[in-house]
């Protein structure tokens, strides 16, 4: 059993389509961060969310942070092919864990 | 700032050889580097925390004695994978983190093992 569990785990779109990644537990985290991974590269941390109920944009992506500090997800408006890579939620508790992971192809 | 490199990128060894991956903080000390296994499309696992001068800590099920690991410096931490296998074919990123947390860590950009 994963803590944080991320749904859906592939999801491939076409270009211009909206899409949303979930996180959820059932631990109560202090924060949240999500990563984006290219393929062949290392993760890269996108934002962090600290309060619940928080919402954060970059750009075309919205992050929330629920209520409860239990879940999070990340919502990507009008896709392109360059939001193509695998998405990772990722938290600490007594030790630091990330999520299953979302592997999103946004097709051209 | 917050640059994380990886020695080399990718390595293809025959079965039975050893191969060492380093992992570089270039612009930050770092107290604690972390090692990761990732397969195609899944999620890190985390491999062993390193400390600068001390020795690793492997996670559950982690073979110490097959992945060697030596954090010599503030800067530099190695993964040897001793008498490699087909099996241990993966991608191994390390990240490097200043304040030994991993809520900020540094990822380098991966190596990509193929033992044949």
């Known amino acids: 059993t994963q803590l944080l569990e991320q749904s859906p785990q592939f999801l491939s779109i076409q270009e211009g389509e909206n899409l949303t990644v979930y996180c959820n537990s059932s631990?109560?985290?202090?924060?949240l961060q999500w990563y984006r991974q290219e393929p062949g590269e290392g993760p890269v941390l996108l934002v962090t969310v600290v309060t619940g109920g928080e919402v954060k944009k970059l750009k075309r992506l919205t992050f929330q942070f629920g209520d409860a500090r239990k879940d999070s997800s990340l919502h990507i408006t009008a896709a392109q092919p360059g939001d193509t890579g695998l998405y990772l939620c990722a938290g600490g508790l007594s030790q630091f864990y990330f999520g299953t992971g979302t592997s999103l192809t946004v097709i051209p | 700032g917050a640059v994380v490199s990886q020695h080399p990128s990718w390595v293809i060894c025959k079965s039975g050889t050893s191969v060492k991956i380093e992992c570089r903080s270039l612009d930050f000390q770092a107290t604690t580097m972390f090692w990761y296994r990732q397969f195609p499309k899944q999620s890190l696992m985390l491999m062993a925390t390193s400390n600068e001068g001390s020795k690793a800590t492997y996670e559950q099920g982690v073979e110490k004695d097959k992945f060697l690991i030596n954090h010599a410096s503030l800067t530099l931490s190695t993964l040897t994978v001793t008498s490699a296998h087909p099996e241990d074919s993966s991608f191994y990123i390390c990240?490097?983190?200043?304040?030994?947390?991993?809520?900020?860590?540094?990822f380098g950009p991966g190596t990509r093992l193929l033992v044949l």
């Open positions: 990240s490097a983190s200043p304040d030994s947390t991993q809520e900020t860590q540094y």
């Open positions: 631990s109560v985290f202090s924060s």
